[in-house]
């Protein structure tokens, strides 16, 4: 049983000197606030609009690049039927 204690006790001060500073390492004071931030900070990521252009299809060819958008031709029968949205009267009709 004192064995057993005395293993577990080695392992938790080997895993707890793990995190802490190395001997010869120079420990900086610093707020706790500045340091709370340059520890978060280690990987930034790009967000969702700088990460979409970034991802985006790029134009590799120059049949890419200069490529204009189509043409729709205007349907002349569709123009001729259209009725109007509204009307402009003069005064109003009382219904």
């Known amino acids: 049983m004192q064995l057993l204690r005395l293993v577990v006790l080695l392992c938790a001060c080997v895993a707890a000197s793990?995190?802490?500073?190395?001997?010869?390492?120079?420990?900086?004071?610093?707020?706790?606030?500045?340091?709370?931030?340059?520890?978060?900070?280690?990987?930034?990521?790009?967000?969702?609009?700088?990460?979409?252009?970034?991802?985006?299809p790029k134009k590799s060819s120059p049949a890419d690049r200069n490529r204009t958008p189509p043409t729709y031709a205007v349907n002349p029968l569709a123009a001729m039927h259209a009725t109007p949205d509204f009307t402009v009267t003069l005064k109003a009709v009382a219904v």
Do not use: I
Not at 31 to 45: F, N
């Open 18 to 56: 793990a995190f802490s500073a190395a001997p010869g390492a120079a420990v900086l004071r610093r707020s706790p606030v500045a340091a709370s931030a340059l520890t978060m900070a280690h990987h930034v990521q790009k967000k969702s609009t700088k990460k979409h252009n970034d991802r985006r």
